[in-house]
């Protein structure tokens, strides 16, 4: 059936700010939609409060709502613009749960809009736990045993009957809030009670616990003529107990058999026909008895889930954009392969590769959290890896993490102690994975740890083969030494240099010398969707050491735009957007854009963002080997956070042209010493500080300068290791853990500027010209970290002459440092004395924010600035402010029970909102600005 030729124009409803268990995999489902939508003649609203995400840009939507995710907000829209349909799928948890709120109101069909893409009432069905359960049995798939319970009392005599261990599913939650494993009678009522409270209808299912039961996950589409595919089967490594956003993943299935795959199929597309006549997308998770195959059906989420970008990446198969389509009457046979472009929708992908994704935790900012994993998601964000194997993929994963390991072990960060190994493996962690690996090196029995893990005995196998490997490389003294086939089998189970060079107790550059000379090198292979049964249009790689290589070099000019890796606190979508921006500014600019990166999460790493994808981790060895096959006109660091600048001295040593500011100018401003030489130098006022190499340097700064004092590493992102110290002995406390961490490191010892008010600049600098992008005041007063405080654009409180000062300061900085792009300034205001605190040579957090306030496409600005292609001159650069915006940061303490919220230095919010208000008389900004008032009077 061709679409329906009776909607026009469509809503879609975004997820909002980035929280645990809903992040920017959401914003990657709704651009892929609307732009889906566009290209069959519709028109396309949106709505959603995060400004740091592609969704709400104008390439994305025809018209962009930034307004809350609330019934009058939509009302708004309904009055404004003629909707059709909405398309509630594509904003996670949060879309649905008001889309539901707005359909009880009976406001859709006040306003004549169908929801497609959906259907209620398999919403409701799949939310309430007892009627999901009922409805299972009655369709004869296998369920937990379980009873649903409104009250206390109830919840007591449910696990009575059931027994122990069990677990407490709260209704209607998101990421897993308030799930809980109770192994033993005693930890019960906590947890019960908890669950209940956290509950929307204070409702819990009390279910037998299957631990040690593997877990696995399929994602399926189906149409309005009830066909349906698989597109992708995901195991978790971890078995069950730990929710899927915590677990690493793999795909394909590595330990399902044939016949057990067939009836999990057969039981998944069952389901989905059974919940109702929708058309869009599905994910089903299933347990399997390891021993008898049995397999019994955990959840169903009747549409694009948080694992859906996940198997897109995976396959290659744009699952949003499909069900989009879907959604708006099409069949999956009346559309194309959006890979191979000759073959039709209507198929299921074939993998003759394989992904692992791993999460990414930031429990360091949460310190006193417990870091044991469980049925409530904790990790902040996750990597990919595609390789020829299991172990490849693993080991890349591995290097992906931002975490300073180079693989998996063999890095110098192993443990050596069997008893903390063996504890470590009975309480899964954010680092099981590599004491497993230690256990294995330490001779710990495979079914020793098979029995304290329950992971999968094939997986604890092919680990084992990286220990026996590593026996087998100490019979070598030198990489000269290692015969060539054991050295491309070290490659093709995933070793970095650096690995086998700590191994060898030698250098990296040796190894990586003695690699090339015996002409071992990456080549490059193409996702395709098919396993090469039919040739492929799209430029979307990974990186094995197979023999031949899919990866053609054009006669292009190439820029290289380097992405920002995992989501964590301090670096997150935001980046994302601007790398984005970056890409499709250097194809504008007649350049071939090539995108690096490893977060499946996002927009940049879609197959036709950029001309060219590798998929692969933002690590030196792996970038290097794509300069050198693509020989770019240089990288782009300035856009991809922290990951990217760290490289940006590898670059620079090895003659590697940076695109944009040169890597001196970068390392002045950020060497946190360097630059208040620089300052003094200028003149501008900075607060006293002073460098420590030791502990007791540190002291005697302290003294001379007077506390309070905030203690910090010289090199430092999203505050990791800030603090304000008032005494001796919290200040010898807290830079002994500094060294502990970093030995190399130097602590940068500040006076704190107590009751201050704190302010930045965002701007761009052509070499010649500075043009301030936007001036924002934080709401909380200095001490605060920027991305914890809410910020107000333009300035609301600070005199025209602090203000003018700033932009004064602004311009002298970016001149000094040689900048040409982007520069981000933070301020504190003490009195009418403005000082510099810092400056960032780079995109910051708060540029999407202004761009979409002003509505100017900044970063397209900003590239086309550090290409060399455009002049500041050569814009029409015309602001239009909506009244004042307020970024209003958000965060998942709920993920994280007894730690400390109060705010300080160090960031611990994992994603914004943006509100717009007309004048200061507005209530919601005065409960803001009360909060500073509260600040300022203690």
């Known amino acids: 059936m061709p679409k329906d030729k009776f909607i026009k124009s469509v809503l879609i409803i975004g997820s909002g700010p980035i929280i645990i268990g809903q992040a920017c995999e959401f914003d990657y489902s709704g651009s892929q939609a609307s732009r889906s939508l566009r290209e069959e003649g519709i028109e396309v609203s949106l709505i959603n409060s995060n400004p740091a995400t592609i969704m709400t840009d104008p390439v994305t939507a025809d018209h962009v709502y930034l307004l809350p995710l609330s019934v009058e907000s939509v009302e708004h829209i309904l009055q404004e613009r003629q ?20 359909d009880k109101l009976g406001i859709w069909e006040k306003y004549g809009v169908r929801m497609i893409g959906v259907d209620i009432h398999a919403i409701e069905l799949t939310e309430n736990r007892e009627a999901f359960r009922q409805h299972m049995v009655k369709q004869g798939l296998g369920v937990a045993p379980s009873v649903i319970a409104n009250s206390f009392l109830e919840g007591k005599e449910a696990a009575q009957k059931i027994g122990f261990p069990l677990v407490i599913r709260p209704s209607y939650t998101l990421g897993g809030t308030g799930a809980a494993f109770v192994h033993k009678e005693e930890e019960f009522d906590e947890a019960l009670r908890h669950g209940i409270t956290v509950s929307p209808t204070h409702e819990v299912l009390v279910e037998k616990a299957v631990l040690g039961w593997k877990e696995f996950e399929l ?31 793999v795909a394909p299935a590595m330990t399902l058999s044939d016949t057990a795959y067939q009836r999990m ?31 019994i059906v955990i959840e169903i989420n009747p549409r694009v889930s948080r694992s859906s970008a996940l198997a897109s990446k995976a396959t290659g198969y744009p699952i949003a954009k499909i069900a989009a389509k879907l959604a708006i009457g099409y069949h999956l046979d009346e559309l ?12 299921e992908p074939t993998l003759d590769y394989v992904i692992v994704k791993m999460p990414r935790w930031n429990f360091s900012k949460f310190p006193g959290s417990d870091p044991r994993l469980g049925l409530q998601m904790k990790s902040v964000g996750e990597v990919m890896a595609i390789g020829r194997n299991f172990l490849e993929a693993l080991q890349k994963a591995c290097q992906s993490l931002e975490n300073g390991r180079q693989g998996l072990g063999a890095d110098m960060k192993e443990w050596v102690r069997t008893e903390d190994i063996l504890k470590r493996l009975e309480e899964a962690t954010e680092d099981r994975i590599f004491r497993l690996k230690d256990a294995l090196r330490l001779g710990v029995p495979d079914r020793t740890i098979h029995k304290l893990t329950r992971i999968d005995p094939w997986f604890i196998e092919q680990i084992k083969r990286l220990v026996d490997a590593e026996h087998e490389l100490m019979r070598y003294n030198m990489p000269e030494d290692i015969p060539e086939p054991f050295f491309r089998e070290l490659k093709e189970m995933g070793y970095s240099d650096a690995q086998i060079a700590w191994l060898m107790r ?88 090539i995108m690096v990166n490893c977060n499946p999460e996002t927009v940049s790493t879609d197959f036709d963002v950029a001309d060219k994808l590798y998929f692969e981790p933002v690590f030196w060895e792996h970038i290097e080997e794509i300069i050198e096959l693509e020989k770019p006109e240089g990288i782009i660091v300035q856009l991809g956070g922290q990951t990217a600048l760290k490289l940006a001295e590898t670059f620079y040593k090895k003659g590697i042209h940076i695109i944009g500011t040169s890597f001196p100018s970068m390392d002045l401003a950020e060497d946190r010493g360097a630059f208040s030489g620089l300052l003094k130098e200028l003149g501008i006022p900075y607060p006293n500080y002073g460098m420590a190499n030791d502990a007791t340097e540190a002291l005697r ?14 090199y430092v992102l999203g505050g990791q290791d800030m603090r304000i110290v008032i005494n001796d002995r919290e200040l010898e406390q807290h830079v002994l853990s500094i060294f502990k961490k970093t030995p190399d490191n130097k602590v940068l010892i500040d006076h704190f500027l107590d009751r201050a008010k704190e302010a930045e600049i965002d701007a761009i600098c052509d070499g010649d010209e500075v043009h301030v992008m936007g001036i924002m005041e934080h709401i909380e007063p200095a001490g605060i970290h920027s991305g914890d405080s809410s910020a107000v654009l333009p300035t609301y409180s600070l005199s025209v002459n602090a203000v003018n000062t700033m932009v004064e300061y602004s311009e002298k900085l970016a001149k000094a440092l040689n900048i040409k792009g982007l520069i981000n300034v933070q301020f504190a205001v003490k009195g009418e004395t403005v000082y510099v605190i810092e400056a960032n040579p780079r995109a910051s957090r708060t540029t999407p924010f202004i761009s979409k306030a002003y509505g100017v496409p900044y970063l397209n600005i900003a590239t086309k600035v550090m290409l060399g292609t455009h002049k500041l001159k050569d814009f029409q650069i015309k602001p239009q402010p909506k009244g004042f915006a307020i970024k209003v940061p958000v965060f998942s303490f709920d993920k994280f029970p007894g730690v400390d919220k109060n705010l300080g230095p160090e960031m611990k919010s994992t994603g914004e909102a943006i509100a717009f208000i007309r004048d200061l008389s507005d209530p919601f900004f005065r409960e803001l600005d009360s909060q500073r008032n509260m600040y300022l009077t203690r």
């Open 83 to 102: 909707i059709d349909a909405v398309l509630p799928t594509m904003g996670g948890q949060t879309a649905l749960n008001l889309a539901i709120e707005v």
């Open 219 to 249: 994602e399926l589409l189906r149409d309005a003529n009830d066909n349906v595919v698989i597109i992708c089967v995901v195991e978790n490594f971890d078995p069950m107990g730990i929710h899927t956003g915590d677990s690493i993943t």
């Open 265 to 295: 199929r057969n039981q998944a597309i069952q389901a989905m026909r059974s919940l109702g006549n929708f058309a869009g997308g599905c994910n089903i998770q299933f347990a399997q008895n390891p021993e008898t195959e049995e397999l």
């Open 336 to 347: 194309k392969n959006q890979i191979t472009k000759s073959t039709s929708a209507f198929f």
């Open 506 to 593: 030698l250098e990296e550059h040796q190894v990586n010398a003695a690699r090339k000379k015996a002409g071992i090198r990456r080549t490059y292979k193409m996702v395709d969707t098919c396993a090469a049964e039919f040739e492929a249009k799209t430029p979307y790689f990974y990186s094995t050491f197979d023999h031949e290589n899919e990866s053609i070099p054009s006669d292009k000019k190439k820029i290289i735009v380097l992405g920002s890796g995992p989501n964590r606190i301090g670096q997150g979508i935001e980046f994302d957007y601007c790398c984005v921006h970056g890409v499709l500014a250097i194809r504008e600019a007649g350049y071939e854009a």
């Open 701 to 714: 700064i302290a003294n001379e300068i007077s506390y309070p004092v905030l203690v910090r590493p010289s």
